[in-house]
């Protein structure tokens, strides 16, 4: 059976990669290993080769074949491939292969605005010094998440990519060449049904005995005191900003919509001064509250998003943040926390509060994806359903005993 290793989010059968390696002339042996440096990970491949290989060649016969995530950052030649008593390969015997190995010895500089902006983006994302312009996003620890946060924030500049060109154009300068200026089409504020995504399937297909308890919560330490009244103006801005904050679901129906009334409301936020207690009682009485709100939402008619300060001490201030998880997924979470961030800047350095140009709405992208959905082929889907046949169906626990824990601060 073969191995089968999770690199970058990506789940990637080495056997697979063996034989189209092998495949091309003068490879004799191919052995593929998924190698570990700190907290990165990367594909590496060992070969063993009858004539001279041209490591950027085989690179690119690959891409013929296999997606950019599955071609090996890093190819090492070798005279053998070391085997154990019992047959097997011996990677232990193997060289290592190290992180230097993917060090250019051309170093390419971004030139043109395109490129300034997605190194230095790249450079954010990946928490990087610099970047060579020939570097693979991949191979300098990107993923298909980072890939959604490089097109937001490329966003945020005023620049428009697409998540598919980082996935399918992974070389940096090749990538610039995809970036265009964003459209100054002003996105109408979406209204009415929303065709429900594959995941709304999924979350009404549970009948869940408490359907508007299905929510994710983060607390955040806020460095520096900030008004109560400054928070609710930012979180009215992204409430207007996010189109998706403002879902509701149709009462004794299956179906959601954009509850357009929220933004004829102001956003407050539940405020608590907890200086007159100890630190063990603030910290239960911060559990006791976070856990009111986060059973409090209704799916039918309020804001699905809902938020808290509370006060420990004059230099001790936390906000409270709660979301149901129609309108929250993880990915949405690093969004909403940009923007917060970016906005607080701008209120800390005397600027006007603003946010970029909104992009395409929730409605008009699942439309798109069920529209796609209808076009894949049977190739595909026999691919897929023997790719995810391994695994077992995930199976929903709608009531689980939990054991209570004091919050911890963070």
Request: glycine fraction near 4%.
């Amino acid at each position: 059976m073969d191995e089968q290793v999770k690199i970058n989010g990506y789940r990637i059968e080495l056997g697979e990669i063996e034989k189209r390696c092998i495949a091309y002339k003068g490879v004799k042996q191919a052995v593929a290993v998924c190698c570990v440096e700190g907290e990165s990970k990367f594909l590496g491949m060992y070969i063993v080769t009858s004539e001279e290989i041209d490591e950027s060649e085989l690179k690119a016969y690959l891409s013929g074949y296999v997606p950019n995530y599955m071609i090996p950052a890093v190819i090492c030649r070798v005279e053998e491939i070391p085997l154990t008593i019992n047959g097997k390969v011996d990677k232990k015997k193997l060289p290592l292969i190290q992180r230097k190995h993917l060090d250019n010895d051309v170093i390419i500089r971004p030139q043109t605005e395109e490129e300034i902006a997605l190194s230095n983006v790249v450079k954010e994302i990946l928490g990087l010094d610099t970047v060579n312009m020939i570097d693979n996003f991949y191979n300098l620890g990107g993923d298909s998440i980072k890939a959604i946060q490089l097109t937001a924030y490329l966003a945020k500049r005023g620049y428009q990519l697409t998540v598919r060109q980082v996935l399918e154009k992974p070389i940096l300068n090749e990538l610039a060449k995809y970036i265009t200026k964003a459209k100054k089409d002003i996105e109408e504020v979406p209204e009415g049904k929303i065709q429900l995504s594959p995941i709304l399937k999924w979350f009404f297909a549970q009948n869940l005995k408490n359907p508007s308890f299905y929510n994710q919560s983060i607390i955040l330490k806020l460095m520096k005191l900030i008004e109560v009244e400054v928070l609710e103006k930012i979180m009215n801005l992204l409430i207007a900003h996010h189109d998706s904050l403002r879902f509701n679901v149709k009462t004794d129906q299956e179906e959601v919509y954009y509850n357009n009334e929220h933004l004829n409301k102001s956003f407050r936020i539940n405020s608590f001064d907890l200086c007159n207690l100890g630190k063990n009682q603030q910290w239960q009485q911060v559990e006791i509250e976070c856990d009111k709100l986060k059973k409090g939402f209704n799916l039918y008619r309020d804001l699905l998003i809902n938020a808290a300060v509370f006060k420990l001490s004059e230099t001790e201030n936390y906000l409270f943040l709660t979301a149901h998880h129609i309108v929250m997924d993880s990915v949405s979470w690093q969004i909403l926390l940009d923007d917060i961030n970016t906005l607080l800047g701008q209120y800390m350095s005397g600027e006007a509060l603003s946010l970029p140009q909104r992009t395409t709405s929730y409605q008009k992208w699942v439309k798109i994806l069920n529209e796609y959905s209808r076009t894949i082929s049977e190739t595909e889907k026999i691919y897929w359903n023997h790719i995810t046949s391994g695994y077992k169906k995930f199976q929903f626990i709608s009531e689980v005993p939990v054991k209570k824990k004091n919050m911890k601060k963070g």
